[in-house]
């Protein structure tokens, strides 16, 4: 019970779920160990996610946000019974690697995408590579998007890039409104791959890199590769795992 640790937004609803948690938690004899409630909405979980990787925590996520697609739905009634026989889902981030217009070098997380993006009114002008392969010469549009399967219905599927299961081993390379080629769709690529994205123009057409919610303005030289070795341990309630969770999106996508 000494375990368990629960961390909040701070938020109204959030500090009252809290507060439920920490006496139905106190009032019960639970042997569970080394798990962290995160109460708040994705973006909070991303946060604590992120801040805690080099711990060997079970996170459950308890949504108090808007849609909350990495979060379990707050039951007061069966909130104890769903935390003692939830399952667990094993996830590794992508880390993101820049080198910016004064050649510093910055390295960041995304468990969900990383995303590049025009700075400006102009196009990005963007070469991408993986492996010892030339994906695309160049790209010109808004931008582009490496997605995990974790994040593949976040902002990737606003870009209409492909939902991939948590299981594919593997990442989606999605364009942001594509100028040039028009009808270029992306890829979907091995998870062990190591994308190299370059500014072909970072005077004229200055771009950002995004891993999550965390940006590098001015990139010039973007690397994107999977980090197996951190893996956050991540629970969910029986019924609603993020893998039916991904399900779900695609049944709705083939409906949409």
Do not use: C
């Not at 604590?48 to 949504?63: E, Q, S």
């Not at 995303?115 to 582009?144: E, F, H, P, W």
């Not at 995004?210 to 019924?239: G, S």
């Amino acid at each position: 019970m000494r375990n368990i640790q629960i961390i909040s937004d701070k938020n109204k609803k959030s500090l009252k779920i809290k507060l439920i948690l920490q006496k139905q938690i106190n009032s019960k004899d639970i042997k569970k160990s080394n798990i962290v409630i995160v109460i708040g909405g994705d973006g909070f979980m991303l946060q604590t996610l992120k801040k805690n990787k080099n711990l060997n925590k079970f996170f459950y996520g308890v949504n108090s946000g808007n849609y909350g697609f990495l979060m379990n739905k707050f039951s007061s009634k069966n909130i104890i019974k769903n935390l003692l026989k939830a399952k667990m889902i094993t996830i590794s981030p992508l880390e993101m690697t820049v080198r910016n217009n004064k050649n510093q070098i910055k390295k960041n997380l995304a468990i969900n995408e990383v995303s590049i993006l025009r700075q400006s009114r102009q196009a990005a002008s963007l070469s991408i590579t993986y492996g010892s392969k030339n994906l695309i010469k160049q790209l010109v549009s808004d931008g582009v998007l490496v997605s995990t399967p974790a994040g593949s219905t976040a902002y990737n599927l606003s870009v209409h890039g492909p939902i991939l299961s948590l299981n594919s081993k593997k990442l989606s390379i999605s364009p942001i409104s594509p100028f040039r080629p028009r009808r270029w769709k992306g890829k979907i690529i091995s998870d062990k791959s190591k994308i190299i994205i370059k500014n072909l123009n970072p005077t004229k057409r200055p771009i950002s890199a995004v891993a999550d919610n965390i940006e590098v303005r001015n990139a010039k030289n973007i690397v994107v590769k999977t980090n197996q070795k951190i893996r956050f341990n991540l629970l969910y309630d029986q019924n609603r795992s993020l893998q039916k969770k991904i399900k779900i999106e695609q049944i709705r996508r083939e409906f949409n």
